[in-house]
């Protein structure tokens, strides 16, 4: 299938409208197969093509320490990266979204590869969180 990493386009419309309030909501994190179809137009959550496996529970992660930051003229939203202990999954991508927003799409990673935790750790080494690399970023 097909999995485009960015900001959802419906998200940054919602910006604009005032429908997201990212430090005060719950954002989550699912894993996906690479059987997934994630394109930028993804509106919502679904458990379509969700990883399965030892360690992972469906709707994945709570992101936490999430916060709002500016520099320049860019704004952008940090996060922890995510991790899940003693997990055996294989993943190809995921999807930030607002569980406080009706499950509203925020963002899709592409790991570009299929990622294998083996009774081990499975983290998303997100990039730094600065105005010229975070992954949710407003110029």
């Given at each position: 299938m097909m999995i485009t990493q960015g900001q959802t386009d419906s998200f940054k419309a919602e910006l604009y409208q005032a429908i997201h309030d990212l430090p005060a909501d719950t954002l989550k994190i699912a894993l996906y197969t690479a059987a997934a179809s994630l394109p930028l137009s993804?509106?919502?959550?679904?458990?379509?093509?969700?990883?399965?496996?030892?360690?992972?529970?469906?709707?994945?992660?709570?992101?936490?320490?999430?916060?709002?930051?500016?520099?320049?003229?860019?704004?952008?939203?940090?996060?922890?990266?995510?991790?899940?202990?003693?997990?055996?999954?294989?993943?190809?991508?995921?999807?930030?979204?607002?569980?406080?927003?009706?499950?509203?799409?925020?963002?899709?990673?592409?790991?570009?590869?299929?990622?294998?935790?083996?009774a081990s750790t499975f983290t998303i080494a997100l990039p730094a969180n600065t105005a010229a690399s975070a992954l949710i970023r407003s110029v």
């Open positions: 993804t509106l919502v959550y679904s458990p379509a093509e969700e990883v399965v496996g030892v360690g992972y529970a469906a709707g994945g992660l709570t992101l936490t320490n999430v916060t709002v930051a500016y520099s320049g003229s860019t704004a952008y939203v940090s996060f922890d990266n995510p991790a899940w202990a003693g997990s055996s999954i294989v993943a190809r991508g995921a999807l930030v979204y607002n569980n406080s927003k009706a499950d509203r799409s925020v963002a899709i990673i592409d790991f570009g590869a299929d990622k294998t935790s083996n």
